[in-house]
């Protein structure tokens, strides 16, 4: 069973508006949770990375939060733009290092 | 550029030949890791070193696949009598060792076997 779920697997929305992706892991122990965008046929790049500590962290558009005793995490999205469009992927890192990847969210903006 | 470097970036191969991938992580990074993608998956781990030392394989690496960081440097991920079911993206990634230190992922080695 994967450690790291994503939800919705994928969704539609249209230039401007925002949205939110959610991530629940069962990763133990837990050392960090990051977030990639991954565009079509190219590597992951990483938007934010939160340690225990942190609730909230933003990267422009993007703000991540992390809910260490419920073991959620969330991306918001603010204003889409058409480049928004890619696969989001929730990583949670134990405390050797380890990175358990979700599957992604797949975001497509619309015009 | 400073960022992971992956060669090539794609790879089209006849079942049952063997193909070589290669990875120059960022220069002071002592980490490095390689992961398959499949399409609408996301990446899964196979191995990775510390400097030089493999230090972790998954069970996904079969006895085709053979990893390499001889020098702690760059890296190579030789395939052997490739497979259909090989076919993926296969993506190195580097890190810091710290452990809160982002990982840095190249563009990746489209594989596909035919």
């Known amino acids: 069973k994967n450690q790291v779920e994503q939800s919705p697997q994928s969704l539609i929305i249209l230039e401007g508006k925002n949205c939110t992706l959610q991530c629940n892991y069962t990763v133990s122990p837990f050392s960090n949770l990051r977030w990639y965008k991954q565009d079509t046929g190219r590597g992951p790049v990483s938007l934010t990375i939160m340690t225990f500590s942190e609730n909230t962290k933003s990267n422009g558009r993007y703000t991540a939060t992390l809910d260490a005793d419920t073991k959620q995490s969330s991306l918001h999205i603010t204003a889409s733009q058409l480049s928004d469009s890619a696969s989001y992927i929730c990583v949670v890192s134990d405390g050797n290092n380890r990175l358990a990847f979700g599957k992604g969210n797949q975001v497509v903006v619309i015009p | 550029d400073t960022g992971v470097s992956q060669n090539p970036r794609h790879k089209i191969t006849k079942r049952g030949q063997n193909v070589t991938f290669r990875c120059d992580p960022i220069?002071?990074?002592?980490?490095l890791y390689w992961y398959r993608q499949t399409l609408g998956q996301g990446p899964e781990f196979l191995t990775y070193?510390?400097?030089?030392?493999?230090?972790?394989k998954s069970r996904l690496l079969s006895d085709r696949f053979s990893a390499e960081r001889p020098k702690g440097s760059f890296s190579t991920l030789e395939i052997q009598r490739t497979e259909q079911g090989d076919s993926a993206m296969y993506l190195c990634?580097?890190?810091?060792?710290?452990?809160?230190?982002?990982?840095?992922f190249g563009q990746g080695t489209r594989l596909t076997v035919v």
């Open positions: 220069s002071e990074h002592n980490r």
């Open positions: 070193f510390q400097n030089e030392a493999q230090l972790e």
């Open positions: 990634a580097s890190s810091l060792r710290d452990r809160n230190t982002e990982a840095f």
